[in-house]
């Protein structure tokens, strides 16, 4: 129902800046999270940041918080990941998903919830 396509991934030095952004097509519903994801090399895939579609509340996890910035643009139904003093450490492939069971103001940190996702697109950063 939902088709997510994702951008802005590449090479860039430490201390670089990237934006990633996601693009929903499809049909969505009225209230819903939409967050970031990234996945190492023989790592789990973990949840970045999340933002809630109607309240713009986000959800950022304590190791990019100060770097990472994350934000939508309702009218292009796109969410961004603004990477700032980009670091070794995470380089991976970023992932851009949707909670649809996601209701209120707050933004989603349900993992299990997170069931529709983008292709990814690979970030890597050298030192």
């Known amino acids: 129902q939902v088709q997510l396509v994702e951008s802005g991934g590449g090479l860039v030095q430490a201390g670089g800046s990237l934006r990633l952004s996601c693009t929903a097509s499809?049909?969505?519903?009225?209230?819903?999270?939409m967050g970031w994801f990234r996945q190492a090399p023989g790592k789990e895939r973990e949840l970045l940041a999340a933002?809630?579609?109607?309240?713009?509340?986000?959800h950022l996890i304590d190791s990019v918080k100060g770097r990472f910035t994350i934000s939508r643009d309702s009218a292009k139904n796109t969410v961004y990941l603004q990477m700032n003093s980009l670091k070794p450490e995470d380089t991976a492939v970023y992932y851009c998903a949707v909670d649809f069971e996601s209701w209120g103001a707050l933004p989603s940190k349900r993992v299990d919830r997170y069931e529709h996702w983008g292709q990814g697109t690979q970030v890597t950063v050298s030192s």
């Open positions: 499809g049909r969505t519903p009225s209230s819903y999270s």
């Open positions: 933002i809630n579609w109607s309240s713009g509340m986000t």
